[in-house]
């Protein structure tokens, strides 16, 4: 089995999910929550809608304009928080986190969100590889008001 | 010629300098530029030996003071060749002169009805603050059209002026393409209509010999920074007529000579009246340093020396097939893109090897609609580049596919 660590792996993830984002598109429903995240500093913008079911997250969709990092790190946060409880999604946001900020982290939760362990080193691609993330965060906060 | 190597000695930044543990090689120089020792002295020396306010104290520290704030601003007229050492005003930059100029002098005269003419290559400082000023005062912004190459011609100037024209405000050199305006001839054209011309100097003057009695224009807005000063100081140049009938858009403490109680109120005369506050001292010494240092040179052999760049690079690229050039007979920045790369993820992968060049859409959001992309990446030069760099930046153009491997090193 090919090692989590095989940078030839984390990069194929990384290309797939790029050229072939899941859960991408928006959809006419007023039922999502929608918000727009926009970088200030370079040229990513995306939309992101996430459908709450009581605790539920029950669909996540997305789209816009974004580099390669922004688009499939999104495209694999939908994956991952898609059908779970907002409790759960908080946990893998968490490990999320910490991966990027070079803190403590489960890597096993993040599954394919993993490819992004080395985002540190490229420091001004962290605003790329939370863009998406960061939307969900807003959103879960919303659906509590 | 230049002896680039020699000068290279002059800027601790391109001597130990790395980056993802390459030695730094710096094409951004459309952002900002890196500085010789000489103006980081000038600037240290203020700070260390001198550091009074100007215009104030009625000591002899103040007066010293003073003599050096005063010195700078006759480099300044010296280095654009200004006609009288009052028509240069210190600001924060480009953004700050070209600020100035909206609201002080276009807001003040343009009435309903009335047009601004700039184009859609135009930086974001060129462009916000007359969409604001025309909002105030009922005038609009149109647009002259750009040749198919991006360009500004005069003919293009001329076919959008009409008798409503009351200013004309355009980069001298454009900060993405890069072309040259043809500054002469647009004010030549503008001044027997009666028109203003504002020209945004931020990416000519560094690069090229300055004289704004030949060009006549009647306003130039330019950044310390950008060639090889300090931050934070830039000029405006206004002709001294059109500089009394100016309101500035600051008051405090010295840009008056008197007022009472009842807000009666005696402004200063140009310059001092633009520079309410106490003005960035070590900055404008450092400016005047960074021009005393780049006149040694020669502006003329800088122009020079950096089309021989540019010339060696687009040769270069264009020997590439992953690689599209948006300007190839421009003579500012190389504004391309790797083919189906995103212009944010190639900037990772130039990053990763230690050079230096910006991505995205360069504070010219509206120049999407004239190239039909939506970003690009802008590898700009300064005398102090060389050849080598630049042979090590087509090198990594080559990469463009591994483009992830930024983030896998």
Known sequence: ?145 | MLDVAQIRKDFPMLNGKTMQGHPLVYLDNGATTLKPQVVIDSVCDYLTNYSGNAHRGDYDLSHEVDEHYEKSREIVQKFIHAKRKEEIVFTSGTTDSLNMIAYGYGLTHLQQGDEILITVAEHASNTLPWFDVARQCGAVVNYIELDETGRLTLENVQKATTDQTKIIAVAEVTNVLGYHAPMKDICEWAHSRGIIVVADGAQSVPHQVTDVQETDVDFLAFSGHKMCGPTGIGVMYGKYELLKDMKPTRLGGGSNSRYNSCGVVTLKKPPYRFEAGTPHIEGAIGLASAMGYLMNIGMDNIYQYEEELRQYCIEKMQKLDNVDIYNPDSQGAVAFNIKGVFSQDAASLFNSYGIAIRAGQHCAKILDEFLKVSTTLRASFYFYNTKEEIDAFVEVCKKGDDFLDAFFK
């Open chain 1, 1 to 145: 089995m090919r090692s989590l660590n095989d940078p030839q792996l984390l990069r194929e993830i990384i290309m797939d999910h790029y050229e072939h984002p899941r859960n991408r598109g928006l959809v006419d429903d007023d039922s999502y929550l929608k918000v727009n995240m926009n970088s200030e500093t370079c040229i990513d913008d995306l939309d992101i809608q996430v459908k709450f079911n009581g605790d539920k997250i029950e669909d996540v969709r997305y789209d816009g304009e974004a580099c390669a990092i922004c688009t499939s790190s999104t495209s694999i946060m939908s994956e991952l928080v898609k059908g779970k409880t907002k409790a759960e999604a908080q946990k893998i946001i968490d490990n999320y986190m910490n991966m990027i900020y070079e803190r403590d982290y489960d890597p096993e939760i993040l599954e394919e969100a993993i490819a992004f362990q080395n985002t540190h080193k490229q420091a001004n691609r962290i605003k790329c590889a939370t863009l998406g993330w960061n939307g969900l965060i807003e959103l879960m906060k919303e659906s509590e008001e």
